[in-house]
T-cell receptor, first 109, second 116 residues
Framework: SQQGEEDPQALSIQEGENATMNCSYK?????LQWYRQNSGRGLVHLIL?????REKHSGRLRVTLDTSKKSSSLLITASRAADTASYFC?????????FGTGTSLTVIP | GAVVSQHPSRVICKSGTSVKIECRSL??????MFWYRQFPKKSLMLMAT?????????EQGVEKDKFLINHASLTLSTLTVTSAHPEDSSFYIC????????????FGSGTRLTVV
C-alpha cells in the first residue's frame, strides 16, 4: 500500500499549547500536502510543501519535510479549541492522492 | 477559489437499492475527479480515479460493478452504489482538479451513506 502513516493517532492538548503531528510516507514524492477534516465533514487543504523545500510557514502552521527520511511534520502553534479536527498528510503519486492514517487532535479550552 | 459541490450530503437507503452521489466542479473544469471512502476514525481510501470521457480507474479491491463511476462532462462525476448493503455504509468524498495532483485538489464536503 502506498498509504502513509501518521503519528500520533490521537493528541489532546490544552488551548494555547503547540501541537505537533508527524507523517511518514513510502514513495518518492514531488510534494506533500496537509489537510484538515472536521468531524463528518470534507477536507480542507492547509498547506503544500514541495520536495525541494525543507520548511514552510502559513499563519500558525509550520510544516517540515525530510525527504531522506520520507517524513513530514505539522506544527500548530498557540492552539485554539477551533483547531480540534483530524489532520491528514497526502502524497500525490502521478495523478492520484494517497492519504496518511490521520491524527485526531483535540484542543481543550 | 475552486469549489466542488457534492450531493447529497446525507442519504439513507434500503438494502438492495442503488444510490447515486454527484460531484460537481462549480467554477472550473475538472479533467480528473477522485472518489474516496472513509470509515469512522479511519483515513480516506482512494476508490477510483475518474477521467472525463474515459473509463474510471479503480484501485485494487474496489468492485467496479458495484461502484459505478461516470464522468460524462468536465464538471460532473457520479458515483452509483449499486445493490447497496449495510457494509457499504460509509462517508464518501470526491475531489476534483484541472491538472495534476501536484497542485492540490479541491474536495467536496462528503456524503454520509447509511444502508438499512
Amino acid at each position: 500500500s502506498q498509504q502513509g502513516e501518521e503519528d500520533p493517532q490521537a493528541l489532546s492538548i490544552q488551548e494555547g499549547e503547540n501541537a505537533t503531528m508527524n507523517c511518514s510516507y513510502k514513495t518518492s514524492i514531488n510534494n506533500l500536502q496537509w489537510y484538515r477534516q472536521n468531524s463528518g465533514r470534507g477536507l480542507v487543504h492547509l498547506i503544500l510543501i514541495r520536495s525541494n523545500e525543507r520548511e514552510k510557514h502559513s499563519g500558525r502552521l509550520r510544516v517540515t519535510l525530510d525527504t531522506s527520511k520520507k517524513s513530514s511534520s505539522l506544527l500548530i502553534t498557540a492552539s485554539r479549541a477551533a483547531d480540534t479536527a483530524s489532520y491528514f498528510c497526502a502524497t500525490p503519486t502521478g495523478n492520484q492522492f494517497y492519504f496518511g492514517t490521520g491524527t485526531s487532535l483535540t484542543v481543550i479550552p | 477559489g475552486a469549489v466542488v459541490s457534492q450531493h447529497p450530503s446525507r442519504v439513507i437507503c434500503k438494502s438492495g437499492t442503488s444510490v447515486k452521489i454527484e460531484c460537481r466542479s462549480l467554477d472550473f473544469q475538472a479533467t480528473t475527479m477522485f472518489w474516496y471512502r472513509q470509515f469512522p476514525k479511519k483515513s480516506l481510501m482512494l476508490m477510483a480515479t475518474s477521467n472525463e470521457g474515459s473509463k474510471a480507474t479503480y484501485e485494487q479491491g474496489v468492485e467496479k460493478d458495484k461502484f459505478l463511476i461516470n464522468h460524462a462532462s468536465l464538471t460532473l462525476s457520479t458515483l452509483t452504489v449499486t445493490s447497496a448493503h449495510p457494509e457499504d455504509s460509509s462517508f464518501y468524498i470526491c475531489s476534483a482538479g484541472a491538472g495534476t495532483a501536484n497542485y492540490g485538489y479541491t474536495f467536496g464536503s462528503g456524503t454520509r451513506l447509511t444502508v438499512v
